[in-house]
T-cell receptor
Framework: EAGVTQSPTHLIKTRGQQATLRCSPISGHTSVYWYQQALGLGLQFLLWYDEGEERNRGNFPPRFSGRQFPNYSSELNVNALELEDSALYLC????????????FGPGTRLTVT | AQSVTQLGSHVSVSEGALVLLRCNYSSSVPPYLFWYVQYPNQGLQLLLKYTTGATLVKGINGFEAEFKKSETSFHLTKPSAHMSDAAEYFCAVSDSRDYGQNFVFGPGTRLSVLP
């Protein structure tokens, strides 16, 4: 069974640009969670999608947004990139909203210069 | 709301020695508790979890953790450290009533294993 996949592995952008990160959950999983892991800040919850709807978001500005597609894959968009957006972005999936975040993808390393 | 503290941002042990990584939580409701491991430049891997039932939970790679309600702790242990255990370890807590909404990670503990 394929695990959670994320693309791209690395992404380099300049300040002010937009970044798009993608996540494919495990087959059958309907919930997708996004986390930011910035140096020194630990794992910060970004967004949670379930059945195509945004269920919850963390304490991040509106320029962090995303969506979940009918096949349950998800996209995270970061607009007007700032240097402090440089981080590892992790995606997790679960069977439904009642399950834990047990399956994480390998992450996308975003570097903003 | 839940919160997690992990005592010691960096722990060093010798190969073959006991590994003890500390996790204390705060939760107003019965918690679900998790330990994850993150190897360099990789995502998180679930080591073990406690939801209900037996308070001593065994996980992968020889790790185990014990839920102690009276101490609000969920410390991670392994009897004998291996070089391959060197990684960052995260404790997490969730609200057992509202699993999806409230899920908080601790700051992490980096484990070094010395030869």
């Amino acid at each position: 069974e394929a695990g959670v996949t994320q693309s791209p592995t690395h992404l380099i952008k300049t300040r002010g640009q937009q970044a798009t990160l993608r996540c494919s959950p495990i087959s059958g999983h309907t919930s997708v969670y996004w986390y930011q892991q910035a140096l020194g800040l630990g794992l910060q919850f970004l967004l949670w999608y379930d059945e195509g709807e945004e269920r919850n978001r963390g304490n991040f500005p509106p320029r962090f947004s995303g969506r979940q597609f009918p096949n349950y894959s998800s996209e995270l968009n970061v607009n007007a990139l700032e240097l402090e957006d440089s981080a590892l972005y992790l995606c997790a999936s679960s069977l439904d909203a009642l399950q834990g975040r047990e399956y994480f993808g390998p992450g996308t390393r975003l570097t903003v210069t | 709301a839940q919160s997690v503290t992990q005592l010691g941002s960096h722990v060093s042990v010798s190969e073959g020695a006991l590994v003890l990584l500390r996790c204390n939580y705060s939760s107003s409701v019965p918690p679900y508790l998790f330990w994850y491991v993150q190897y360099p430049n990789q995502g998180l891997q679930l080591l073990l979890k406690y939801t209900t039932g037996a308070t001593l939970v065994k996980g992968i790679n020889g790790f185990e953790a014990e839920f102690k309600k009276s101490e609000t702790s969920f410390h991670l242990t392994k009897p004998s450290a291996h070089m391959s255990d060197a990684a960052e370890y995260f404790c997490a807590v969730s609200d057992s009533r509202d699993y999806g909404q409230n899920f908080v990670f601790g700051p992490g503990t980096r484990l070094s294993v010395l030869p």
